[in-house]
């Protein structure tokens, strides 16, 4: 994240495609849109999300009162229990993601952004808005970090250390 070019900083973000833009059928539509941004994807699965996961992800919120929605919401109560998670690199890439995505509150957002075009707000307040992008560049370190292990990425992009570790761990037959 540190790399520099002579036009920016080389940058990754994060991108949730959020359960309302799964059950929509909206993920060809959102990556379509971020293609735009003329990024690399260097990281893309899809995740179950547990309450764990969750929390985490939206731990600097968890004072406010739509909390416990949030969380219901990312963990799919209200659609499906999917997200897709991407890692999108690139010059400028939080800012140019986030110009892409446009405003949290789908109501303010540019019209042609993706939340202003696919998100909306529900009756009992909680923003749908289809997609969550980093913020800033320790935001989406921290998110990617979480949200990925190393060996999901198809390039190293931050620090590495090996360590071995002993768990438990569900395998195919």
Do not use: C
């Amino acid at each position: 994240m540190t790399e520099l070019t002579d036009n920016g900083k080389i940058e990754q973000t994060l991108v949730l495609i959020k359960p309302d833009g799964l059950v929509k059928s909206l993920t060809g539509n959102i990556i379509d849109k971020l293609s735009e941004s003329e990024l690399v994807i260097v990281g893309a699965k899809i995740v179950a999300v547990d309450k764990e996961l969750a929390e985490d992800h939206y731990k600097e919120l968890k004072d406010q009162k739509f909390f416990d929605d949030l969380i219901q919401y990312i963990m799919g109560a209200y659609h499906t229990r999917r997200v897709l998670a991407l890692v999108y690199e690139g010059e400028n890439a939080i800012k140019r993601v986030r110009h892409i995505t446009g405003d949290t509150n789908p109501e303010s957002a540019n019209p042609t952004s993706l939340r202003g075009k696919y998100g909306r707000i529900t009756t009992s307040g909680v923003f749908e808005n289809v997609v969550h992008a980093s913020s800033d560049p320790v935001d989406a370190k921290r998110e990617i970090q979480l949200w990925f292990k190393p060996s999901e990425l198809s390039k190293a992009i931050f620090e590495t250390e090996e360590k071995e570790i002993t768990k438990v761990e569900t395998v195919w037959k």
